[in-house]
């Protein structure tokens, strides 16, 4: 369930996703929590927590985020600079 909820799909601009770089791994481990949830046995997931943001970190291969509000999701943008799928400022 919590997998799903960081799927980005028609729900009203919340969810996003980047294909990360080194700069991007390390900017997400600054400027989030780490949750306590063991690593995903497949894809090697990691959970953190931002600012009123879920994001789910795939082995270097993915970045997925969920914001509780479009502006959080903005935010973590800002913070973790690159090619967000769905980034059209």
Known sequence: MLSESVLVRADGGLCDFLDPD????????KNAVP???PAGEEYGSRWFLGQD???????GVAILARGRTTADLARVRDLIPGDWLNDYR
Not at 22 to 29: A, G, M, R, W, Y
Not at 53 to 59: F, K, Q
């Open 53 to 59: 943001v879920l994001l789910r970190e795939d082995a």
């Open 22 to 29: 080194d700069d991007s791994i390390e900017l997400l481990e």
């Open 35 to 37: 949750l306590p949830f």
